[in-house]
C-alpha cells in the first residue's frame, strides 16, 4: 500500500501491526535483546520446528517419488502438499 500524502509504501499493513510492533519495541528496551529480535514462546517455537520438520520430509518424500519415476498424478499431489506446508511454516502464530 501507498500512504496517499507521501507517496511512501506503508511500514505496516494497518494500525494493530504497528501497535503490536511498538509494544515489542518497549518491552525489548533498556534490555540486551536487539530491537529487531523475533520473541517466540517455547509452544511457538516448538510448533514452528514441527512445521518446518514436516516441510523437510515432504520435500524429502517428493525427491524419493521423482528418483523413483512416480506418476505424474501422485508428484502434483506430493507438490501440493509441499506447496501447502511451505505457506503454513511460513507463517509465525
Avoid: H, W
Amino acid at each position: 500500500m501507498v500512504d496517499s500524502e507521501t507517496g511512501r509504501r506503508r511500514k505496516y499493513c494497518k494500525r494493530s501491526c504497528r501497535q503490536r510492533a511498538y509494544e515489542q519495541r518497549t518491552l525489548v528496551e533498556g534490555t540486551s535483546i536487539p530491537p529487531d529480535a523475533l520473541i517466540l514462546s517455547v509452544d511457538e517455537a516448538g510448533a514452528l520446528g514441527d512445521r518446518l520438520f514436516e516441510l523437510r520430509c515432504a520435500a524429502q518424500d517428493l525427491q524419493t517419488a521423482l528418483a523413483e519415476n512416480a506418476d505424474p498424478e501422485t508428484l502434483r499431489a506430493m507438490t501440493d502438499d509441499l506447496v501447502r506446508l511451505a505457506e503454513e511454516s511460513e507463517r509465525l502464530r
